[in-house]
């Protein structure tokens, strides 16, 4: 029956389709921004542990923690280029809409294509994308795409060094606040010792570390975890 009433609604116009896609893209924009607004509220709480670690000379923990700070930052940044990707798709939709009122009808476009085949690789928008993908082959915007496989790996390696270049920054910044009101000399140590501490001090360090700030740290892991999902 459902199928039926289907086949018997009118379709609908360019315009009334424009209007609806720009809607729900103007929706996942909106979800877009909660997540980047929760996972920078959270990176403040994890602000707050490295100086508090820094203060208290526990470096694994700190060092821990700046990981899991510039993986946050990483996923709000890519948020941010998903959010772009949103708003090109409806402008680019905007101009197919403004030229089917010439020639009477959808046209194709290549760079919608691109961007929303890219966008069905985030895990937070594949879903609604692949639904976007269907509905604008259907229309003639799109030529129908095979999904390509995500490629989870991203160069781990490459990644970590980058991570590791942006904990020594993280951990230098932090220890340059905390160390501020120190005597020169005492400050200058301090933050070298931040910038240029090595595994075997880590390790001690951590060995050294009260239970409770194991929890903690692990608590702080799993809160990011959560928000940056």
Known sequence: MEKVKNMLKPRPTPQQQLREWQRRLRNECRVLDRQIRDVQREEKNVEKAIREAAKRNDMGSAKALAK????????????????????????????????????????????????????????????????FSKEMTKAGVMEEMVNEAVDSALDSEDMEEEIEEEVDKVLASVAGETASQLPDAARTQKIHEASTSRVPEERQAVAEGADDDEEDLEEIRARLAKVRS
Not at 91 to 114: F, P, Q, W, Y
């Open 68 to 131: 899991e700070l510039v993986r946050s930052r990483r996923a709000v940044n890519r948020l941010y280029e998903n959010k772009a990707q949103l708003n090109s798709v409806s402008m680019h939709l905007g101009e197919i809409v403004a030229t089917a009122r010439t020639v009477g009808h959808l046209s194709k476009s290549t760079e919608v294509m691109k961007i929303v085949n890219n966008l069905m690789k985030a895990p937070e928008l594949a879903t609604t994308m692949q639904e």
